[in-house]
């Protein structure tokens, strides 16, 4: 199976499905909440292991309940978590999300106290063939980027605001949310801010923007896939679904064009059920999901 390590948040969601999203200071209530795990290097570890791919958890948690609760449910996934940081009397994260009859989401979430990241572990990985980190632990991030960048092997950065400037020079592949986007160039339109973070940091890079696709650098200047329309039941994890697909479609030789549009059908296959990474599709309806698109 093709290594992929992913380096990042992990956390669980206490997940409530409403009419509309909560806009006033009032108590709300619902029949339909569940408790899954999250985070986006957790979900994207997640559909690495469903899509066929071996994935490796870096993250870091406390010895808490929650931290259990994360782990148990990331191995049950077949997810390596042996190199997983636990920290005594540190709390884990945990995030509240609010849902609604659109699959719309509104989220909350606790960062966690007193916590750390070990990375002394990556220089002795073995046989990893792509590196998927988002930017929360900056550190973190710059160890794993730079362990991929010594390697000559893909290092993908989820580019979720806040984005640290010198993380997108140090991966080979910048995949950002809309967000992230205008949060490194504010003044710029996506396809202008695309060029000049390419230009400017060495890198390929992309904007996913949901239903209305993903814009990338292309041989041509900016190119664009479309999203697959489906009608979504909870969006919740189909970001780091699709960061987890794309990393492991480079990790596997893929084009970026392809490992696009393989991560896009993973997404969509996502929307289509509830649960966050619960929604994770398998690598089988994932490619029969891509041939029916294509027939």
């Given at each position: ?83 997983v940081t636990r920290t005594p009397r ?71 605001a806040p984005v640290d400037p010198g ?129």
């Amino acid at each position: 199976m093709t290594k992929v390590l992913c380096v990042g948040a992990a956390v669980v969601d206490f997940v409530f499905q409403l009419p509309d999203l909560p806009d006033r200071a009032e108590k709300y209530g619902t029949e339909n909440a569940a408790i899954v795990g999250g985070g986006c290097a957790a979900n994207a570890a997640v559909a690495v292991s469903r899509l066929g791919g071996q994935a490796v958890l870096g993250a870091r948690l406390g010895d808490d309940a929650i931290g259990d609760m994360v782990v148990a449910g990331v191995e049950a996934e077949g997810v390596d978590c042996a190199n997983v940081t636990r920290t005594p009397r540190a709390r884990s994260s945990y995030s509240s999300v609010y849902l609604d009859q659109r699959g719309e989401r509104q989220i909350v979430n606790f960062r966690g106290a007193g916590l750390h990241l070990d990375t002394g572990w990556f220089a002795g990985l073995q046989n990893v063939a792509a590196v998927l980190t988002d930017t929360r632990r900056v550190a973190a991030a710059e160890d794993a980027l730079t362990m991929a960048r010594t390697r000559g092997i893909p290092g993908v950065l989820d580019g979720e605001a806040p984005v640290d400037p010198g993380l997108v020079s140090l991966a080979s592949h910048a995949a950002f949310s809309m967000q992230g986007l205008r949060d490194l160039a504010p003044d710029l339109g996506p396809e202008e801010a695309l060029l000049k973070i390419s230009a400017e940091h060495g890198c390929w890079a992309c904007v996913t923007d949901g239903e209305n696709g993903v814009w990338f650098t292309g041989f041509d200047g900016i190119e664009h896939c479309p999203a697959f329309p489906v009608t979504p039941v909870d969006t919740l994890g189909a970001g780091d679904v699709w960061h987890g697909a794309f990393t492991l479609a480079l990790a596997e030789g893929q084009d970026e064009a392809t490992a696009i549009r393989f991560a896009c059908a993973a997404a969509a296959l996502k929307c289509l059920k509830p649960g966050g990474r619960e929604g994770a599709p398998s690598r089988t309806d994932t490619e029969t999901f891509l041939k029916e698109q294509e027939a």
